[in-house]
């Protein structure tokens, strides 16, 4: 019983987890096995936790997490995972996306609200795809409303920074503008 309680809240865990970014990032991803190597896992059956502690790594097809450590906290009402926190120094994501490029993500502690749909990154918090850069104290991504605030910490006075990484043209368009500009 208790193998299959740890199975079930490991699996239903770490799928809600990793499935966060699953709407706008590689969906066959979650098609594959999960792989999560740790130093030690520790589970609180009545405080209904898992813990992955020390060198955590989660592979699930391109999917990478890195973090010290990782806690499942599921809902007693519901028997689900509802809050997932990765701790490092920091926790780092990455995935590569349906189009070929790669998202990556980092902060000192990532944390997922299911019932909320929120991805919160907080301390050194940092998103970067196709070159570009968002950096602040705090990002959080409303999953729901596809919105993404970042903000700064007052007591550390640093400021929000965003760095846009200019669209490459491929050659065809270059010709064609070169064309243009020569006549």
């Given amino acids: 019983m208790l193998k299959l309680f740890t199975i079930n809240l490991t699996s239903a865990a770490l799928l809600a987890l990793l499935s966060v970014p699953a709407q706008a990032q590689g969906r066959d991803d979650f098609q594959q096995p999960i792989k999560i ?15 992955f502690d020390g060198h955590v790594i989660i592979r699930q097809g391109t999917l990478l997490i890195h973090a010290e450590s990782v806690k499942v906290k599921r809902d007693d009402q519901e028997n689900d995972a509802e809050t997932f926190m990765a ?7 990455e995935q590569q996306l349906e189009d070929g490029s790669s998202i990556t993500a980092q902060a000192n502690q990532i944390d997922y609200d299911k019932q909320q749909q929120t991805l919160t990154m907080i301390g050194n918090a940092q998103v ?20 993404l605030l970042a903000e700064l910490d007052e007591k550390s006075g640093n400021r929000v920074t965003t760095i846009f990484e200019p669209r490459k043209q491929n050659d065809e368009n270059k010709q064609q503008q070169n064309n243009g500009n020569n006549r």
């Fill in 87 to 93: 701790s490092g120094s920091p926790a780092t994501y």
């Fill in 37 to 51: 190597d740790a130093d030690r896992e520790h589970i609180d059956i009545q405080a209904g936790t898992v813990i």
């Fill in 128 to 147: 970067s795809q196709r070159g570009s850069l968002i950096k602040g104290d705090r990002i959080t991504y409303d999953l729901t409303k596809q919105e």
